[in-house]
């Protein structure tokens, strides 16, 4: 759904399984930190509400969103947790370096989604502008991080029912 008719931060906390039992890794990139630590910290606000124990909440940070697919790969293999939030910000620019970036990260999480067990939840924004992304963490549209808390939830709840 587009952001611009949904605000990122909107959900009914009834519909959200609780994570008590539930173990997270959230991978998070350095570039653009000032908007990528306002995803972190509403994914995992929404991780704490929802009852997932801080000691169950892995976060490693990368260099850029480019390293995200390798390090939740990583962290799947190591850390065995219940789902891997990836927490990144490309913002567009003069050249075709924005292009590149975005295809290898979609792909990237893509891939983790078809060969692992866990669910990897793509929480990587892609805008033209600052403004944009201001907007989408924390800003007038809300915040994606918020977002892939519930939706790695959601999933880990849903992987327990079909696989475990």
């Known amino acids: 759904?587009?952001?611009?008719?949904?605000?990122?931060?909107?959900?009914?906390?009834?519909?959200?399984?609780s994570s008590e039992t539930m173990r997270f890794a959230i991978v998070v990139s350095e570039w653009n930190k000032e908007i990528t630590e306002s995803l972190l910290k509403g994914a995992y606000d929404v991780l704490l509400k929802s009852?997932?124990?801080a000691g169950n909440i892995l976060v490693e940070h990368v260099p850029g969103s480019f390293e995200i697919p390798y390090a939740a790969k990583l962290l799947a293999e190591k850390?065995?947790?219940d789902a891997v939030i990836c927490l990144g910000c490309v913002i567009q620019g003069e050249t075709r370096h924005f292009d590149f970036i975005c295809q290898s990260v979609t792909h990237g999480i893509t891939e983790l989604n078809l060969r692992y067990p866990i669910p990897f939840i793509f929480g990587i924004l892609t805008t033209k502008n600052i403004e944009q992304a201001r907007e989408r963490a924390g800003g007038q549209k809300g915040n994606k991080?918020?977002?892939t808390a519930v939706v790695a939830?959601?999933?880990?709840?849903?992987r327990r029912k079909f696989v475990d």
């Open 1 to 17: 759904m587009a952001t611009n008719l949904k605000n990122l931060s909107e959900f009914d906390p009834s519909t959200v399984p």
């Open 51 to 53: 009852g997932t124990a």
């Open 79 to 81: 850390m065995k947790p």
């Open 145 to 147: 991080g918020v977002e």
């Open 153 to 158: 939830i959601k999933m880990a709840a849903m």
